[in-house]
């Protein structure tokens, strides 16, 4: 667990995690594959899959994915309720046996996926980007113990992902709460209405962004957005 706490630059960089904190999560949450996947539900994209263990379905028949994915309460959870926070496993939404008669099983289930786990990390505006265990149909169920560690390591998950982007982008190291006030900006909202969301001060508003401005080498909200997140679209 330290070794994922910790994020260490091991130089072994994939698209969304290093693969050893992928090796670490599994070694934790067991599973046949464990995998971070960024997509876009709206424009029906997959951005990148990255995994360990049998490749997730969309890659391979994503046209039939993004058919079926309208109708499972599973996949449409964290954009129907907005709760990112949560981790969800496949029986939240019903039995196995109701899992097993839906459309989607008829992607998953030929993989062997019978059991999933899923956490959502913070990304840009109008993404997904998902941390999911699989497990086979022969396989326990995932324990509340599962869904603890997940809980746990999810702040920690979502820095090893920021560090992996940083290092691609070239981009300077910001804090946790800059990153958090440039998500708020890039939802739209303005500096009085991010010093609300976040119980701070305006002038403290103002201050972190011209940090932000300094560390990025802009001059503002625009340029530094466009200097991240488009960036990264590009990247993706």
Same mark, same amino acid.
Do not use: C, N, W
């Given at each position: 667990m330290l070794r994922i706490v910790n994020a260490p630059d091991l130089g072994d960089d994939g698209e969304g995690l290093p693969w050893s904190t992928l090796h670490e999560l599994k070694a934790l949450v067991p599973g046949d594959?464990?995998?971070i996947?960024?997509?876009d539900p709206e424009r =029906?994209?997959?951005y990148f899959e990255?995994?360990?263990?049998?490749?997730? %379905?969309?890659g391979d028949d994503e046209e039939a994915y993004w058919a079926y994915y309208p109708d499972s309460r599973c996949c449409t959870y964290f954009e129907r309720t907005g709760d990112l926070r949560s981790v969800i496993q496949t029986t939240d939404f019903g039995t196995l046996r109701e899992w097993r008669q839906t459309a989607m099983y008829t992607i998953f289930g030929p993989?062997?996926?019978d059991h999933s786990m899923q956490v959502s990390?913070?990304?840009s505006h109008g993404r997904q980007l998902r941390l999911v265990v699989h497990r086979g149909r022969a396989d326990p169920e995932f324990s509340e113990r599962d869904r603890a560690l997940l809980t746990l390591?999810?702040?920690h998950l979502h820095a090893a992902h920021l560090q992996v982007l940083r290092r691609r982008l070239r981009i300077p190291k910001l804090t946790n709460r800059q990153w958090e006030l440039l998500r708020l900006v890039d939802a739209g909202l303005s500096n009085t209405q991010i010093a609300r969301r976040l119980h701070v001060a305006e002038n403290t508003v103002r201050k972190h962004l011209e940090n932000i401005f300094a560390k990025l080498g802009? =001059?503002? =909200?625009? %340029? %530094?957005?466009?200097?991240l997140l488009v960036s990264r679209a590009k990247a993706s």
């Open positions: 594959t464990v995998e996947v960024e997509q =029906r994209l997959v990255q995994g360990i263990g049998q490749p997730d %379905a969309p993989l062997g996926q990390l913070p990304t390591l999810r702040p802009v =001059r503002s =909200r625009t %340029a %530094a957005l466009s200097k």
